[in-house]
């Protein structure tokens, strides 16, 4: 770390990098837990992106989970250089002191707290939500430090923004891209729009991928920074510049986690809820990704596993109510549900024990 003045200067090289893991423990144990987070996002949500251009036969599932790494990292790069402001809120959302090696220890607490949780749900075959996870166990860990004082609640509520865009504004542009595709192409022979609909879909899975890693990928690349910020005595990442290394990092692990725990989560969300066909798909895919476009502008943080199942819960709809398979959503709804209380407490509880040992 170099200092000019007021000025602080981090090298954050990939060799600077390396030595600091080997050399600082803790930053080592950072660095574990925010991949293996990485990874399980990449085995729980990364695979909502593609599940409905599988389960409509549109791509093979190994042929889905290529293209879909590749626009995961191109969302992780492209949209990170473009808008940050998801990262910013994150980072922004909670204040875990003054105290860079206590913040340090409470930053692993609260990842070691998402592993725990997110792979215990996933064994059920449930998707989870990785973002609400990650939020919940960076809350439980501030409040762990600081009390209540410790939740910066300007930035915290726009998770309750997210909630109200991913599940109301997700099912609802579900229904309407649906219902302007089977209008618009109402008349059309059914082999073309087949045709048609099979390459559509696949670019808009794509999109979904792309999306998927502005979101998820923009939120854990800035929770792994804020770790080599703490270690090098810093409470913020604030005028850093995230390198390319970092970024590729991420989302090779992102996508190793999606070719080795997906098939299950295609499953279940593309198949289970709502038998879809390939217009269905499509409509699901483009209202998902407009959605995760909007909300990754305003810096607002959303599940990419809520909007696609709420997308596909509204294209369902527009045939029939009974088409949705609601024992499946009910599944989903009630690990939501738990995931704030359940991935807080055990994020408390953690940091609260990790501190003993200092």
């Known amino acids: 770390m170099r200092r ?40 729980t949500d990364a695979p909502n992106a593609i599940a409905t251009c599988v389960t409509t036969r549109c791509l093979p599932p190994k042929a889905a989970i290529i293209m879909s790494a590749i626009f995961n ?9 473009i808008n940050a402001s998801v990262a910013s809120t994150i980072s922004n959302m909670v204040d875990f002191g003054s105290n860079t ?62 909630l109200v865009l991913s599940l109301g ?4 542009a579900g229904w309407g891209a649906c219902k302007i595709v089977t209008l618009l192409f109402a008349n059309t022979d059914r082999r073309k729009s087949n045709t048609f609909f099979r390459w559509a879909q696949i670019a808009g899975a794509a999109g ?22 703490f270690c090098n005595g810093q409470s913020s990442v604030e005028n850093m510049i995230i390198p390319v290394w970092l970024m590729l990092l ?10 080795v725990g997906g098939e299950k989560i295609i499953k279940s969300v593309g198949m289970d809820m709502v038998k879809l066909e390939k217009y269905q798909g499509f409509s699901a895919d483009l209202s998902s990704s407009l959605c995760l476009l909007l909300a990754t502008l305003t810096g607002i943080p959303v599940s990419t596993t809520h909007v696609k199942t709420t997308a596909i819960m509204g294209v369902g709809a527009v045939k029939r109510i009974s ?24 994020s408390f509880c953690m940091a609260k024990l990790f501190l003993l040992f200092i």
Request: proline share 2%.
């Open 101 to 162: 090696q206590i913040a340090l220890i409470a930053l692993c607490a609260a990842l070691f707290s998402i592993v725990v949780y997110s792979v215990g749900a996933s064994v059920f075959g449930i998707p989870t939500s990785e973002s609400h996870s990650l939020i919940a166990g960076l809350t439980g860990a501030a409040i762990a430090l600081g009390g209540a004082d410790g939740v910066n609640m300007n930035e915290w509520v726009k998770v309750l923004y997210g």
């Open 73 to 81: 990292f191109l969302g992780v790069f492209i949209m990170t250089h």
């Open 250 to 259: 991420c989302s090779v692990v992102m996508g190793v986690g999606t070719s």
């Open 4 to 43: 000019y003045g007021n000025v602080v200067s981090v090298d954050v090289s990939f060799s600077y990098f390396i030595a600091q893991v080997f050399s600082n423990p803790i930053l080592a144990m950072t660095v574990l837990l925010t991949l293996g987070v990485i990874f399980v996002n990449g085995w």
């Open 208 to 229: 979904m991928s792309f999306m998927h890693g502005a979101q998820d990928g923009q939120k854990f690349i800035g929770v792994l920074f804020l770790g080599v910020a």
């Open 323 to 346: 088409a949705i398979n609601f024992g499946v959503v009910k599944d989903m709804l009630l690990t939501w549900i738990f995931t704030f209380p359940g991935c807080g407490l055990i």
């Open 169 to 172: 504004l997700g099912f609802a």
